[in-house]
């Protein structure tokens, strides 16, 4: 099974699937995995996507030029763009609508991973990778297949988090704008003396840094990835307190795996991620985040990264594998 992987989106695709949170993407994370581990995986995009591509695994990626690029987004065949395209059995990509020129290769299957609850799927799709569901069947093509999988990081295992020596302080990594609510937390945490670290780029115009009293709060920029484990590491609670439907975060995912209490909004992939009580909180205003703040001894570390190791990289991979085998299937029968 050959397949051919496009990535329109501009930056560099990291491989370490825990990077800065600038730069997170769950298609970029599968891509990542795939590309480590198969031979017939090739990725094409943008020059500077392969910046962090190891040396060994180049040969495997291809670079777009900028007008080839705009074309595929126009709309132009892309078999006709790029004519290696037709020994491929799958092409896979995010939810660009890409053109194929069917009379040319009929048989080439379109697999698609919407991210997002408000992405809707071309209704030509018939393949949809939908992860950890998010509830947002509704905007998908009726006739379309879709495949479970889930997304996620490397992780530590239970051995490893028995060696932390966690401290009572928040730890939210994640961009910061009105839809996760990090000026809300600020309030709450400096109302509350409750120390909380922030970390992430600030969305333009969002006033987050008005609300950092540098007592209870503090922001710490866009950090590097070797003091966000270690912040994960420490910290007992990570919120995750989005005000829409999105699916469970890369980041909150991660910061599970490494021990950390999720407080979240009772929506999206939320609902089905979080045991209230268990791994986290459900926490839908100031009184639910008390509580849940003065409860958070209550919740074992070990709990919380054993839930999330079920979105680990290894289930993650093997989800995927899963679901392309049996589009394979479908291919061929």
Request: proline share 5%; aromatic share 12%.
């Amino acid at each position: 099974m050959k397949i051919a992987y496009f990535d329109l989106n501009e930056g560099p695709l990291f491989e370490d699937y825990a990077y800065d949170p600038k730069n997170y993407g769950g298609g970029r994370i599968i891509a990542a995995s795939l590309l480590e581990k198969f031979s017939d995986f090739h990725i094409y995009g943008y020059p500077n996507c392969f910046e962090n591509v190891r040396f060994h695994k180049k040969q495997q990626c291809f670079v777009l030029d900028l007008d080839t690029i705009k074309k595929i987004k126009f709309g132009y065949p892309i078999n006709q763009l790029l004519p290696q395209i037709n020994q491929y059995d799958i092409i896979f990509h995010h939810t660009y609508n890409i053109s194929i020129n069917r009379s040319e290769c009929p048989d080439i299957t379109e697999v698609v991973w919407p991210v997002g609850w408000r992405e809707t799927v071309h209704h030509n799709i018939k393949h949809i990778l939908a992860f950890d569901r998010d509830h947002q069947e509704t905007v998908y093509p009726s006739d379309a297949n879709i495949y479970d999988i889930v997304i996620g990081p490397q992780m530590p295992t239970m051995q490893e988090i028995l060696t932390y020596e966690k401290e009572d302080f928040i730890f939210q990594c994640s961009r910061h704008c009105d839809m996760y609510q990090s000026i809300l937390l600020a309030q709450i945490c400096n109302k509350h003396s409750i120390k909380a670290y922030f970390a992430g780029p600030i969305d333009h115009g969002y006033p987050l840094l008005n609300f950092i009293d540098n007592k209870n709060t503090f922001y710490l920029g866009s950090i590097p990835e070797k003091l966000k484990i270690d912040l994960y590491k420490r910290s007992k609670v990570n919120t995750q307190l989005q005000n829409y439907p999105i699916s469970a975060t890369l980041s909150g995912k991660q910061a599970a795996g490494y021990g950390n209490i999720i407080f979240a909004t009772n929506i999206g992939g939320w609902k089905d991620y979080i045991k209230n009580g268990v791994n986290g909180f459900f926490v839908n205003n100031e009184d639910d985040f008390i509580e849940a703040w003065k409860n958070r001894n209550s919740i074992n570390p070990l709990d919380c990264n054993r839930i999330a190791s079920e979105h680990s990289e290894n289930n993650m991979v093997n989800s995927v594998i899963k679901a392309l085998n049996q589009i394979e299937k479908n291919r061929n029968a």
